[in-house]
C-alpha cells in the first residue's frame, strides 16, 4: 500500500532579475510504498533537490499533489507545517546537523522535547535505538568529540525516535569515509527490513545499490527506476552505473 503518493509535480522558478523562468520538476508522479528503501538519483541539476525539499515540505509545487497517507502536505497552512515534519517525517543529511553545545542524546532528544514528551517516554524510546544504532556509550558526548560515522548514526537516532511515517535522506553518506558509510548503509537496510520507510536522494552508486528501488530524475522528471528484487549489491550497482551512462550520453530508456 501506498504511503507516498506525488502526482503530476511542477515546480517552476523565476529569476530575481529579468522574469525568466525555470522550470526545475515536470510532471513528476510515483508512489512509495510502506516499508520501501527508495533512492532517487541524477545529475547536478536534475530537480532531485528540488524534489526533496518539497517532500519535506521546505518548498511548495507550482502545481500537484503530494500525500502522505493520504494527506496533501502541499496544502497544510505554514502554521502547522513545523508540527507535521515533527510528527510525520524524519530527517537525515549529509552534514548531520547535530548542535555543538548539545551532547548527542539531547540532540537525539530534542524533536521529543519540543513536542512535550515526558522525560520517562523519551528515555524509554533511545535506549532500543542507541542500542540497535551502536551509540548508547556515546549518548553523554558532544558531537565535536566523536566521528563523523558516529555522528550520522546519532542523526539517523534523531530521525528515528519520532516514529516517523518516512525517513528523508539527502547525502547521508556524502561527508563519511568508505567504513563509516559502509556502516551506515548496512543500518539503514536493517532499519528498512524492520519495517522503516526510507526515500534517500544520493550521488553515491554505492548507496543506491542498497536500495530495494531506485528513482532515475533527467530534466525535472521521471527517467527510469530499477527494482533491485533479487539482484545482489554488486548486480544492481552495475544495473545503476550502466542507467547513470545511458543518461549522461544522453541515450534514450
Do not use: C, W
Amino acid at each position: 500500500m501506498a504511503i507516498l503518493e506525488v502526482n503530476n509535480l511542477k515546480k517552476i522558478y523565476t529569476t530575481r532579475f529579468g522574469g525568466n523562468q525555470v522550470q526545475a520538476l515536470s510532471n513528476v508522479t510515483f508512489s512509495v510504498n510502506g516499508g520501501e528503501f527508495v533512492a532517487i538519483m541524477g545529475e547536478s541539476g536534475s530537480g532531485k533537490t528540488t524534489l526533496l525539499n518539497i517532500l519535506a515540505s521546505l518548498d511548495k509545487p507550482t502545481s500537484g499533489e503530494v500525500m502522505l497517507n493520504n494527506k496533501n502536505i502541499v496544502s497544510i497552512k505554514e502554521k502547522d507545517i513545523a508540527k507535521f515534519r515533527r510528527d510525520n517525517l524524519g530527517f537525515v543529511f549529509q552534514d548531520f546537523n547535530l548542535l555543538d553545545t548539545f551532547s548527542l542524546k539531547d540532540n537525539i532528544f530534542l524533536p521529543l522535547v519540543l513536542s512535550g514528551k515526558s522525560p520517562k517516554e523519551m528515555d524509554d524510546r533511545i535506549k532500543p535505538i542507541s542500542d540497535k544504532l551502536e551509540i548508547s556509550s556515546l549518548l553523554e558526548k558532544f558531537p565535536y568529540e566523536v566521528s563523523g560515522g558516529q555522528k550520522q548514526r546519532a542523526a539517523v537516532a534523531r530521525a528515528l525516535i519520532t516514529n516517523p511515517q518516512l525517513i528523508l535522506a539527502d547525502e547521508p553518506t556524502g561527508a563519511l569515509d568508505s567504513r563509516a558509510a559502509d556502516h551506515l548503509l548496512n543500518m539503514f537496510e536493517d532499519i528498512n527490513n524492520n519495517g522503516q520507510t526510507i526515500l534517500m536522494v544520493t550521488h553515491s552508486i554505492k548507496a543506491a545499490s542498497s536500495a530495494k528501488r531506485v528513482l532515475f530524475i533527467k530534466d525535472g522528471a521521471v527517467f527510469h527506476q530499477i527494482y533491485k528484487a533479487s539482484m545482489t549489491n554488486e548486480e544492481m550497482y552495475q544495473k545503476i552505473s550502466d542507467t547513470l551512462t545511458l543518461i549522461a550520453t544522453g541515450g534514450e530508456r
